[in-house]
Nanobody, 124 residues
């Protein structure tokens, strides 16, 4: 199975930006739909963004649409989440995930592999 490792989290002021990266361990990375999820303390893990294998289709949660951009570089086995105009409510642990299914997916049960997560904290 593919191993996923997130990086790029940290502390940022409201209105600032961060770019998260998720590096995959194998060359079959291009076979997977990739997604980003986030989980705040005491809350369920929620969908943020997803991208198809080729990168030709993307999907975003309403809460992040227009502010976040998901992209991938299959040659580098890496998926990215560019986060702009960050808000305190974006504070969460962010996870990347891989799915064997076709098309963009927005539920946790549709993903097969998960990273360990990276903390994003947005201060007021």
């Amino acid at each position: 199975q593919v191993q996923l490792a997130e990086s790029g989290g940290g502390l940022v002021q409201a209105g600032g930006s961060l770019r998260l990266s998720c590096a995959a361990s194998e060359a079959t990375f291009s076979r997977y739909v990739m997604g980003w999820f986030r989980q705040a303390p005491g809350k369920e893990r929620e969908f943020a963004a997803a991208i198809t294998q080729s990168g030709r289709r993307t999907s975003y949660a309403d809460s992040v649409k227009g502010r976040f951009t998901i992209s991938r570089d299959n040659a580098k086995n890496t998926v990215y989440l560019q986060m702009n105009s960050l808000k305190p409510e974006d504070t969460a642990v962010y996870y990347c995930a891989a799915s064997h299914t076709v098309g963009v997916r927005s539920t946790t049960t549709e993903y097969d592999y998960w990273g360990q997560g990276t903390q994003v904290t947005v201060s007021s």
